[in-house]
Protein backbone atom coordinates (compact mmCIF):
# COMPACT_ATOMS: atom_id res chain seq x y z
CA UNK A 1 0.00 0.00 0.00
CA UNK A 2 0.83 3.34 -0.71
CA UNK A 3 2.51 5.34 2.30
CA UNK A 4 2.05 8.95 0.64
CA UNK A 5 -1.67 7.98 -0.03
CA UNK A 6 -3.04 5.23 1.53
CA UNK A 7 -6.38 6.30 0.70
CA UNK A 8 -6.12 5.49 -3.25
CA UNK A 9 -4.41 2.75 -2.20
CA UNK A 10 -7.70 1.40 -0.62
CA UNK A 11 -10.30 3.04 -3.00
CA UNK A 12 -8.30 1.13 -5.97
CA UNK A 13 -8.14 -1.99 -4.11
CA UNK A 14 -11.98 -1.84 -3.29
CA UNK A 15 -12.71 -1.32 -6.95
CA UNK A 16 -10.84 -4.55 -7.70
CA UNK A 17 -12.98 -6.28 -5.43
CA UNK A 18 -16.20 -5.28 -7.30
CA UNK A 19 -17.45 -2.43 -5.33
CA UNK A 20 -18.30 1.06 -7.48
CA UNK A 21 -17.06 4.29 -7.28
CA UNK A 22 -19.28 5.75 -4.79
CA UNK A 23 -19.53 2.32 -2.91
CA UNK A 24 -16.01 2.31 -2.28
CA UNK A 25 -16.30 6.44 -1.19
CA UNK A 26 -18.68 5.78 1.24
CA UNK A 27 -16.89 2.58 2.71
CA UNK A 28 -13.58 4.78 3.36
CA UNK A 29 -15.48 7.78 4.65
CA UNK A 30 -17.08 4.91 7.30
CA UNK A 31 -13.96 3.80 8.08
CA UNK A 32 -12.67 7.32 8.82
CA UNK A 33 -15.56 8.34 10.96
CA UNK A 34 -16.41 5.37 12.78
CA UNK A 35 -20.56 5.83 12.87
CA UNK A 36 -22.04 8.22 11.20
CA UNK A 37 -25.31 9.23 9.53
CA UNK A 38 -26.29 9.40 6.02
CA UNK A 39 -26.61 12.82 6.11
CA UNK A 40 -22.76 13.19 7.49
CA UNK A 41 -21.98 10.83 4.79
CA UNK A 42 -23.42 12.25 2.21
CA UNK A 43 -21.72 15.73 3.14
CA UNK A 44 -18.45 13.91 3.33
CA UNK A 45 -18.65 12.38 -0.07
CA UNK A 46 -20.34 14.50 -1.94
CA UNK A 47 -23.14 11.49 -3.04
CA UNK A 48 -26.88 13.11 -2.33
CA UNK A 49 -28.23 11.58 0.81
CA UNK A 50 -31.38 9.22 -1.41
CA UNK A 51 -28.32 7.60 -3.34
CA UNK A 52 -26.02 7.24 -0.39
CA UNK A 53 -29.25 4.82 1.36
CA UNK A 54 -29.29 3.06 -1.92
CA UNK A 55 -25.58 2.49 -1.69
CA UNK A 56 -25.74 1.61 2.39
CA UNK A 57 -28.49 -0.88 1.59
CA UNK A 58 -25.68 -2.98 -1.12
CA UNK A 59 -23.12 -2.32 1.13
CA UNK A 60 -25.22 -4.52 3.97
CA UNK A 61 -26.05 -7.08 1.95
CA UNK A 62 -22.15 -7.47 0.92
CA UNK A 63 -21.82 -7.48 4.62
CA UNK A 64 -19.10 -4.98 4.76
CA UNK A 65 -21.36 -2.30 7.10
CA UNK A 66 -23.20 -2.30 9.79
CA UNK A 67 -26.38 -0.44 11.04
CA UNK A 68 -27.39 0.49 14.66
CA UNK A 69 -29.59 2.99 16.13
CA UNK A 70 -28.98 5.63 18.63
CA UNK A 71 -32.57 7.30 19.90
CA UNK A 72 -34.61 8.01 17.01
CA UNK A 73 -31.81 8.48 14.56
CA UNK A 74 -29.74 5.57 12.40
CA UNK A 75 -26.36 5.49 12.59
CA UNK A 76 -24.18 3.43 10.50
CA UNK A 77 -20.35 1.93 10.80
CA UNK A 78 -18.20 0.10 8.00
CA UNK A 79 -17.01 -3.20 10.01
CA UNK A 80 -14.02 -4.30 10.26
CA UNK A 81 -11.22 -4.57 7.78
CA UNK A 82 -11.17 -8.02 8.31
CA UNK A 83 -14.68 -8.71 6.79
CA UNK A 84 -13.41 -7.43 3.14
CA UNK A 85 -11.47 -11.33 3.81
CA UNK A 86 -15.01 -13.03 4.84
CA UNK A 87 -16.98 -11.16 1.90
CA UNK A 88 -14.17 -12.76 -0.50
CA UNK A 89 -15.05 -15.99 0.78
CA UNK A 90 -18.28 -15.74 0.14
CA UNK A 91 -18.14 -14.08 -3.41
CA UNK A 92 -15.89 -17.69 -4.28
CA UNK A 93 -18.48 -19.65 -2.29
CA UNK A 94 -21.52 -17.74 -4.39
CA UNK A 95 -19.19 -18.01 -7.93
CA UNK A 96 -18.50 -22.24 -7.35
CA UNK A 97 -22.43 -22.43 -7.19
CA UNK A 98 -22.85 -20.59 -10.21
CA UNK A 99 -20.13 -22.57 -12.20
CA UNK A 100 -21.74 -25.94 -10.41
CA UNK A 101 -25.43 -24.92 -11.26
CA UNK A 102 -24.20 -23.96 -15.33
CA UNK A 103 -22.01 -27.52 -15.50
CA UNK A 104 -24.96 -28.94 -14.38
CA UNK A 105 -27.01 -27.22 -17.52
CA UNK A 106 -24.54 -28.09 -19.80
CA UNK A 107 -24.30 -32.09 -18.69
CA UNK A 108 -28.73 -32.03 -18.99
CA UNK A 109 -28.22 -29.93 -22.30
CA UNK A 110 -25.28 -32.16 -23.91
CA UNK A 111 -27.30 -34.61 -25.62
CA UNK A 112 -29.16 -31.61 -27.42
CA UNK A 113 -26.02 -29.93 -28.19
CA UNK A 114 -24.01 -32.65 -29.97
CA UNK A 115 -27.23 -33.45 -31.90
CA UNK A 116 -26.37 -30.33 -33.35
CA UNK A 117 -22.92 -31.17 -34.79
CA UNK A 118 -22.12 -31.73 -38.02
CA UNK A 119 -21.45 -35.31 -37.76
CA UNK A 120 -21.45 -36.27 -41.43
CA UNK A 121 -18.22 -34.33 -42.42
CA UNK A 122 -15.41 -36.15 -42.60
CA UNK A 123 -12.94 -32.71 -42.61
CA UNK A 124 -10.33 -33.26 -39.82
CA UNK A 125 -11.63 -30.59 -37.13
CA UNK A 126 -8.45 -28.57 -35.80
CA UNK A 127 -8.85 -26.66 -32.47
CA UNK A 128 -5.72 -24.52 -31.32
CA UNK A 129 -4.70 -23.88 -27.74
CA UNK A 130 -2.56 -21.43 -26.36
CA UNK A 131 -1.07 -20.12 -22.81
CA UNK A 132 -0.86 -22.10 -19.85
CA UNK A 133 -4.64 -21.93 -19.40
CA UNK A 134 -5.29 -23.42 -23.20
CA UNK A 135 -2.53 -26.02 -22.43
CA UNK A 136 -4.24 -27.20 -19.43
CA UNK A 137 -7.73 -27.49 -21.58
CA UNK A 138 -6.19 -29.01 -24.22
CA UNK A 139 -4.89 -31.93 -21.49
CA UNK A 140 -8.24 -31.96 -19.94
CA UNK A 141 -9.50 -33.86 -23.40
CA UNK A 142 -7.38 -36.80 -23.05
CA UNK A 143 -9.39 -37.76 -19.40
CA UNK A 144 -12.03 -38.97 -22.27
CA UNK A 145 -10.26 -41.44 -24.16
CA UNK A 146 -12.44 -44.49 -24.16
CA UNK A 147 -8.74 -46.40 -25.19
CA UNK A 148 -5.23 -46.77 -23.87
CA UNK A 149 -3.21 -43.62 -25.01
CA UNK A 150 -0.42 -43.55 -26.88
CA UNK A 151 2.05 -40.83 -26.16
CA UNK A 152 5.39 -39.39 -26.72
CA UNK A 153 6.23 -37.45 -23.31
CA UNK A 154 9.20 -35.98 -21.84
CA UNK A 155 8.69 -35.21 -17.94
CA UNK A 156 11.26 -32.79 -17.57
CA UNK A 157 9.54 -30.58 -20.64
CA UNK A 158 5.65 -30.73 -19.32
CA UNK A 159 7.02 -30.18 -15.65
CA UNK A 160 8.17 -26.59 -17.50
CA UNK A 161 5.23 -25.71 -19.69
CA UNK A 162 2.95 -26.69 -16.72
CA UNK A 163 4.07 -26.40 -13.07
CA UNK A 164 2.14 -28.69 -10.33
CA UNK A 165 -0.25 -29.78 -13.24
CA UNK A 166 0.53 -33.74 -13.65
CA UNK A 167 0.83 -34.84 -10.41
CA UNK A 168 -2.87 -34.21 -9.42
CA UNK A 169 -3.69 -35.30 -13.80
CA UNK A 170 -1.87 -38.92 -13.14
CA UNK A 171 -4.28 -39.28 -10.08
CA UNK A 172 -7.29 -38.19 -12.29
CA UNK A 173 -6.33 -40.47 -14.92
CA UNK A 174 -5.81 -43.25 -12.65
CA UNK A 175 -9.05 -42.74 -11.45
CA UNK A 176 -10.72 -43.28 -15.02
CA UNK A 177 -8.44 -46.28 -15.62
CA UNK A 178 -7.53 -45.07 -18.33
CA UNK A 179 -4.10 -46.73 -19.49
CA UNK A 180 -1.15 -45.05 -20.96
CA UNK A 181 1.41 -46.21 -23.20
CA UNK A 182 4.63 -43.67 -23.45
CA UNK A 183 7.98 -43.43 -25.37
CA UNK A 184 10.60 -41.50 -24.04
CA UNK A 185 13.53 -39.76 -23.70
CA UNK A 186 16.25 -41.29 -21.24
CA UNK A 187 16.71 -39.10 -18.41
CA UNK A 188 16.61 -38.33 -15.17
CA UNK A 189 13.15 -37.39 -14.40
CA UNK A 190 11.56 -39.88 -17.25
CA UNK A 191 13.38 -42.62 -15.52
CA UNK A 192 12.29 -41.58 -11.87
CA UNK A 193 8.02 -40.99 -12.96
CA UNK A 194 8.58 -44.64 -14.22
CA UNK A 195 8.90 -46.01 -10.77
CA UNK A 196 5.22 -44.81 -10.53
CA UNK A 197 3.69 -46.85 -13.30
CA UNK A 198 2.01 -49.33 -11.96
CA UNK A 199 -0.27 -46.83 -9.72
CA UNK A 200 -0.25 -44.05 -12.36
CA UNK A 201 -1.31 -46.90 -15.48
CA UNK A 202 1.31 -46.22 -17.47
CA UNK A 203 3.80 -48.23 -19.58
CA UNK A 204 6.69 -46.62 -20.70
CA UNK A 205 9.92 -47.68 -23.07
CA UNK A 206 12.71 -45.79 -23.64
CA UNK A 207 14.57 -44.75 -26.63
CA UNK A 208 18.28 -46.18 -27.28
CA UNK A 209 20.51 -43.32 -25.77
CA UNK A 210 20.58 -40.34 -24.49
CA UNK A 211 21.02 -38.44 -27.26
CA UNK A 212 17.72 -39.08 -28.55
CA UNK A 213 15.52 -36.73 -26.92
CA UNK A 214 12.54 -34.45 -27.72
CA UNK A 215 10.82 -31.51 -25.95
CA UNK A 216 7.14 -31.86 -27.58
CA UNK A 217 4.38 -34.08 -26.47
CA UNK A 218 2.05 -36.40 -28.39
CA UNK A 219 -1.11 -37.91 -27.43
CA UNK A 220 -2.97 -40.35 -29.74
CA UNK A 221 -6.35 -41.53 -28.68
CA UNK A 222 -9.85 -42.41 -29.92
CA UNK A 223 -9.81 -40.21 -33.04
CA UNK A 224 -7.57 -37.52 -31.92
CA UNK A 225 -3.94 -36.33 -32.05
CA UNK A 226 -2.91 -33.52 -29.44
CA UNK A 227 0.24 -32.25 -29.90
CA UNK A 228 1.18 -30.00 -27.57
CA UNK A 229 3.90 -27.39 -27.48
CA UNK A 230 5.92 -27.04 -24.23
CA UNK A 231 8.34 -24.50 -24.59
CA UNK A 232 6.27 -22.10 -27.37
CA UNK A 233 2.78 -22.25 -24.54
CA UNK A 234 0.52 -23.85 -27.62
CA UNK A 235 -1.93 -27.00 -28.10
CA UNK A 236 -3.81 -28.63 -31.01
CA UNK A 237 -5.71 -30.67 -31.06
CA UNK A 238 -6.38 -33.03 -34.51
CA UNK A 239 -9.52 -35.49 -34.73
CA UNK A 240 -9.60 -36.99 -37.75
CA UNK A 241 -9.80 -40.97 -37.81
CA UNK A 242 -7.23 -41.25 -40.37
CA UNK A 243 -4.31 -39.33 -39.38
CA UNK A 244 -5.11 -40.79 -35.68
CA UNK A 245 -5.02 -44.40 -37.44
CA UNK A 246 -2.13 -43.95 -39.04
CA UNK A 247 -0.33 -42.15 -35.98
CA UNK A 248 -1.42 -45.15 -33.42
CA UNK A 249 0.38 -47.50 -36.49
CA UNK A 250 3.92 -45.55 -36.56
CA UNK A 251 4.11 -45.50 -32.65
CA UNK A 252 3.31 -48.89 -32.64
CA UNK A 253 6.21 -49.70 -35.07
CA UNK A 254 8.29 -47.61 -32.95
CA UNK A 255 6.72 -48.95 -29.23
CA UNK A 256 7.68 -52.85 -30.50
CA UNK A 257 10.92 -52.34 -31.40
CA UNK A 258 12.27 -50.80 -28.16
CA UNK A 259 13.23 -52.57 -25.34
CA UNK A 260 11.08 -53.37 -22.71
CA UNK A 261 11.61 -50.91 -19.41
CA UNK A 262 12.93 -52.88 -16.24
CA UNK A 263 13.08 -50.68 -13.29
CA UNK A 264 15.47 -51.09 -10.64
Known amino acids: MSKENPQKSVMDLLKELGLSDK ?30 YDLFDSLLQRGLIGKSRKKAAVYFNALGPKHLLTYLDREKEEKAKIIDLQKQK ?74 IKGIMPQNGLNIERSKFNQEEMRDVRFLPSPESTFSPEV ?46
Open 219 to 264: NIYNNIILIVSWKEKMALIIESKELADLQKVIFNLLWNALPRTKIA
Open 23 to 52: ESLIYVALLKEGSAKAVTVARKTGINRTTV
Open 106 to 179: VEELLPAIISLQNQATTKPKVMFFEGEKGMREAYEDTLNSKETILAYANVATMNEGLPNFFPEYYKRRAAKKIF
